[in-house]
Nanobody, 124 residues
């Protein structure tokens, strides 16, 4: 069983940055690929980025490519999402999710374990 807890959300102005963290616990946490997702009110959950268990493979959605960077520190059992040049349309609840068998996709249905999310609000 994998437990995931997101942190680092908050209120920022357009153009600013935030770094989200996803802390994993449970047996074999470092053997899971992790994805970051977001969901804005009235919209479907959107896959943003994912990273393989050893960090060697990453993938980004076009909507965040060049602005967001995913990374992981397996010594700390933590995956990060560095978000730069934030825009008002980035406002959403951000979730991390884990899966043991990584196929490199950003579809929410591909991930089994989910955190409860952290709110990111970008507003002037």
């Amino acid at each position: 069983q994998l437990q995931l807890v997101e942190s680092g959300g908050g209120l920022v102005q357009p153009g600013e940055s935030l770094r989200l963290s996803c802390a994993a616990s449970g047996l074999g946490g470092n053997y899971y690929a992790i994805g970051w997702f977001r969901q804005a009110p009235g919209k479907e959950r959107e896959g943003l980025s994912c990273i393989s268990s050893n960090g060697g493979l990453t993938k980004y959605a076009d909507s965040v490519k060049g602005r967001f960077t995913i990374s992981r520190d397996n010594a700390k059992n933590t995956v990060y999402l560095q978000m730069n040049s934030l825009k008002p349309e980035d406002t959403a609840v951000y979730y991390c999710a884990g899966v043991r068998l990584f196929i490199g996709g950003l579809g929410p249905s591909e991930y089994r374990y989910w955190g409860k999310g952290t709110q990111v609000t970008v507003s002037s």
